[in-house]
C-alpha cells in the first residue's frame, strides 16, 4: 500500500543545490522522493538525470509563489502517503550584484519568494509532517552578517524567544514597504534584500519549531533552518568554493537526524554545526 511508503520532498530542485539534496535523498533515504520544480520540462529533465544515474524520484510541480500550486501538492502527499516524513525548502532566489533592478522592485521580488513562498509551503504542509518527521528550512549565513548590520532595535526583535509569526510577517513587509519609499536604512534596515529574506527564513524556522514543541511535543519532529555555504550555482556564481554537492552537506544531514535524535531543534546549523543566533 502507497500510503505507509515514507516520503521526502525537496523545493526548487531541479539544479543547484536543491538538485544535490535530492540525489542525496535519493540515495540514503528509506522511502520515495518528491523533486520539485516550478517548471514542469525543467524538473521532468532534472528526473530523467537521476534516473540515468540509477536513482528513482518522483516528480511533482510546484511554484511557491502560487497557493494553487502549493494545494495541489499538499493535496498529492495526502492522497499518496497520508503525510509527509522530510521537507527541505530550497527554493529561492537572488538578484546578481550589480543588477540594475530598482532596489525597491528587488526586496519586493526576492521577499515574494525566499520569505512568502516559504511560509506559504509551511502553512500547507507542517500540519501533514509525520512523527519523527524533519523540517529544513534552508536559509544562509548571509541572514547572520545582515542580523549584524540591523539596528539594535530590530536585532533584539528578530532574537526575541517570543516573536510571532505575525509581527515577523509585518516586519517582512515594512522592510519591502520601507525600500519603496526610500528609507529603508534610516529605519534600521542593512542594505541587502536577500539578507532581510533569509533573516525571515531563519526566523520563521526558530517560531516554527517553538509551535512543534509546543502543540506536538509527542512527536518529537526537528525543525531547524541551515546555510549550505557559498557554493557553484547559477545564483551565487562560479567563484564559490564549494560543490553543489558539498552545499548539500548540512541539509541533508539535518534531513537525515535519525528517528531518536533530540536535537538539533530550532536551530540555525552551518557546518553541521549549530550557530549562534
Given amino acids: 500500500m502507497l500510503s505507509s511508503r515514507r516520503v521526502a520532498l525537496v523545493t526548487g530542485a531541479n539544479k543547484g543545490i536543491g538538485f544535490a539534496i535530492a540525489r542525496d535523498l535519493c540515495r540514503q533515504f528509506s522511502g520515495d522522493v518528491v523533486l520539485t520544480a516550478r517548471d514542469a520540462a525543467r524538473g521532468q529533465a532534472a528526473v530523467q538525470q537521476l534516473q540515468a544515474e540509477g536513482l528513482s524520484p518522483r516528480f511533482h510541480q510546484l511554484d511557491v509563489n502560487d497557493l494553487q500550486s502549493i494545494r495541489a501538492l499538499r493535496d498529492f502527499l495526502k492522497k499518496e502517503y497520508r503525510g509527509l516524513d522530510v521537507l527541505v525548502n530550497n527554493a529561492g532566489i537572488a538578484f546578481k550584484t550589480g543588477d540594475p533592478t530598482p532596489f525597491p522592485i528587488q526586496a519586493e521580488v526576492t521577499m515574494k519568494t525566499n520569505f512568502f513562498g516559504t511560509r506559504d509551503v509551511c502553512t500547507e504542509l507542517l500540519p501533514l509532517i509525520k512523527p519523527h518527521g524533519r523540517v529544513v528550512n534552508v536559509s544562509s549565513t548571509v541572514s547572520l552578517s545582515a542580523l549584524h548590520n540591523c539596528s539594535p532595535k530590530l536585532q533584539e526583535k528578530f532574537r526575541s524567544e517570543t516573536i510571532t509569526e505575525e509581527e515577523l510577517v509585518g516586519l517582512m513587509n515594512k522592510f519591502v514597504e520601507d525600500t519603496k519609499n526610500g528609507v529603508h536604512q534610516k529605519e534600521g534596515w542593512p542594505n541587502t534584500a536577500y539578507g532581510v529574506t533569509k533573516i525571515g527564513v531563519t526566523v520563521l524556522s526558530r517560531i516554527h519549531a517553538r509551535k512543534l514543541s509546543e502543540q506536538r511535543r509527542g512527536d518529537k519532529i526537528l525543525l531547524n533552518a541551515c546555510c549550505p555555504g557559498w557554493v557553484r550555482t547559477d545564483m551565487a556564481g562560479p ?39
Fill in 239 to 277: 567563484r564559490a568554493p564549494k560543490s553543489p554537492e558539498e552545499g548539500a552537506e548540512t541539509p541533508v544531514y539535518l534531513a537525515l537526524l535519525p528517528s531518536d535524535a533530540e536535537g538539533p531543534h530550532g536551530e540555525f546549523v552551518v557546518e553541521k554545526k549549530v550557530k549562534q543566533w
